[in-house]
């Protein structure tokens, strides 16, 4: 299985990014897509969560601005960030797990792309 994320990059506060990650050998019927992220000093932190029921779960901090979506034909999760504010700069991580169980930790991780929202 292959995670690799892109998009990332730098932004002024109130802007937008989109981040993509694409997989490869994965290939399961109920599964769960995450995205992770991680700023300096701080603990890894789930963003958000897609299953493959479609359900969608944000953390409480990214409501309303984030948006996560998956296109199946492409094997491709987008994360959609409207209205960017300095604390989300952060590494941001793909994850993936394959039994469709979303609040366990995922199975598979990407390398991470690098998100800066200046002030």
């Known amino acids: 299985v292959q995670l690799v994320e892109s998009g990332g990059g730098s932004v002024q506060a109130g802007g937008s990014l989109r981040l993509s990650c694409a997989s490869s050998?994965?290939?399961?019927?109920?599964?769960?897509m995450y995205w992770f992220r991680q700023a300096p000093g701080k603990e890894r932190e789930r963003v958000a969560t897609?299953?493959?029921?479609?359900?969608?779960t944000y953390t409480d901090s990214v409501k309303g601005r984030f948006t996560v979506s998956q296109d199946n034909a492409k094997n491709t999760l987008y994360l959609e960030m409207n209205r960017l504010k300095p604390e989300d700069t952060a590494t941001y991580y793909c994850?993936?797990?394959?039994?469709?169980?979303?609040?366990?930790?995922?199975?598979?991780w990407g390398q991470g792309t690098q998100v800066t929202v200046g002030s």
């Open positions: 994850a993936a797990r394959p039994d469709g169980i979303c609040s366990f930790q995922p199975t598979y």
């Open positions: 050998g994965f290939t399961y019927a109920r599964y769960c």
């Open positions: 897609i299953s493959s029921g479609g359900s969608r």
